[in-house]
């Protein structure tokens, strides 16, 4: 019997049995489901192609051999391979194709690219092992999001590049590095998305695509810190990235909007040059005070005025330290998780030129909580990104593109078969 027939007589006579049907009848909405957006996400993903899904599948046979005669799935290989199981196999972000030759990244929509430096940490380190931390949680989801209706296997190339070899004792030769691989990731068409490491890679990053083109470049920078002071401890530290990037020539301060400062951690010299520059800083009160559309409204017209792309850093520390524990400076008072994945989602409609997503400490984290809501702004972006037809637009804007020598070699490499 359904549990939700009603009785046709009352246990308790007839007064309880008014009042009974009296709270059903306040209860009876006459629903209409086709307003939520529930239904709406339901139907159309009857809509998203599933091509890739299949081609996976059987890529995953011819590689990992087909199963054994017991398993009736007959998509299940021996090996695992690909997606399947998300416990199982060597992770690369979201387990999307490693481009171990980093030539092949301009085959790619876009490319992660790890960046497993921690030498610019003012207080706690281990943001090394972020790209690492962020990979391994990352296996967790499908490319798949029924909100926003988007399926990103279906719908976007992705590859990981792995990571950039980064000098641990030295700021300046690690800056180099990453501006060189960056360069080369954005100069190839990619959409470059960095994992970092810790927040001084904001400025190499920055560097790398800025030399690729003549066109300017606007900053939407999530944080509790304002980052943006000349030298810390004497060096370019993480608290320093918005300083050297703002004095590269196409990059004004004045589009670098800075989102969710505050708390007890800006320092007062980051102040006097944010006021000096002129940047744009709206804090949780403010953000919290305008509402979610609002801020990303206001973000995006002042990133956006004058200047042809932006570029989106999310520093994880800018959600409240009760939901990212592994990370180098923990401030209570940021962003519920879901108010930062509508910000960057909201954001990055618009469309980007690169992201970072920077300040993953797993050696701090608790059941990978703060790497899985890392690898969560990335997707979340690249979701919002195709949803919005966004992919790619930077493109048209790469005017100066390097070209980095690769290294001459015959032969084989130890591990490669005889
Ligand atoms: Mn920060």
């Known amino acids: ?5 009603p009785k046709r007589s009352h246990p308790h006579g007839p007064r309880e049995a008014r009042a009974a049907h009296a709270a059903r009848a306040q209860r009876h909405h006459h629903p209409d489901l086709t307003n939520l957006l529930g239904w709406k996400a339901m139907q159309r993903e009857a809509d998203i192609p599933e091509g890739r899904w299949d081609e996976e599948r059987r890529w995953a046979l011819r590689m990992g051999l087909t199963g054994a005669d017991s398993i009736d799935d007959r998509s299940i290989p021996t090996f695992a391979r690909g997606e399947l199981p998300h416990f199982a196999g060597i992770n690369t972000f979201l387990k999307a194709p490693y481009a171990e030759d980093v030539l092949e990244v301009q085959h790619y929509d876009a490319t992660v690219l790890g960046i497993p430096f921690d030498g610019g940490t003012t207080y706690r380190p281990g943001t090394r092992f972020g790209p690492q931390g962020v990979r391994k949680i990352s296996a967790l989801y499908t490319p798949y999001n029924y909100e926003i209706g988007v399926d990103l296997r279906e719908q976007m190339t992705l590859c990981d590049a792995g990571d950039v070899f980064t000098i641990p004792a030295n700021l300046e030769k690690s800056f180099d590095q990453i501006s060189r691989a960056v360069s080369h ?14 927040h001084s890679i904001g ?37 320093t990235p918005w300083f050297h990037s703002t004095n590269l020539p196409n990059v004004p301060a004045k589009n670098l909007v800075q989102i969710g400062i505050g708390g007890w951690q800006v320092p007062r010299e980051a102040v006097k040059v944010a006021r ?45 330290c009760g939901f990212v524990p592994g990370t180098g400076w923990p401030e209570p008072g940021g962003f519920l998780p ?17 992201m970072e997503l920077v300040e993953v400490s797993p050696p701090y984290d608790t059941s990978d909580i703060t790497a899985l809501m890392g690898t969560r702004v990335i997707v979340d972006v ?20 390097v070209s980095i020598p690769h290294g001459e070699f015959t032969g084989r490499r130890w591990s490669n078969a005889t």
């Open 382 to 401: 690249l979701g919002s990104l195709v949803g919005h037809g966004k992919l790619g637009a930077h493109k048209r804007h790469i005017d100066k593109p």
């Open 1 to 5: 019997m359904n549990p939700f027939t």
């Open 338 to 354: 879901r108010e930062a994945l509508a910000l960057v989602a909201g954001v990055a409609a618009e469309g980007i030129c690169g």
């Open 185 to 198: 990731v954005f100069s190839s068409g990619s959409l470059p998305v960095m994992i970092g490491g810790d």
């Open 276 to 320: 000096e520059r002129h940047t744009n800083i709206i804090t949780m009160s403010d953000m919290e005070k305008m509402g979610i559309s609002r801020t990303v409204e206001m973000a995006l017209e002042m990133a956006w005025d004058g200047v042809d792309m932006v570029y989106l850093s999310f520093d994880i520390d800018s959600i409240d």
């Open 203 to 239: 400025f190499p990053c920055v560097r790398g695509i800025a030399e690729c083109t003549s066109k300017k470049i606007g900053i939407i920078h999530f944080d509790r810190h304002a980052d943006i002071q000349e030298k810390d401890l004497d060096e370019r530290m993480h608290t």
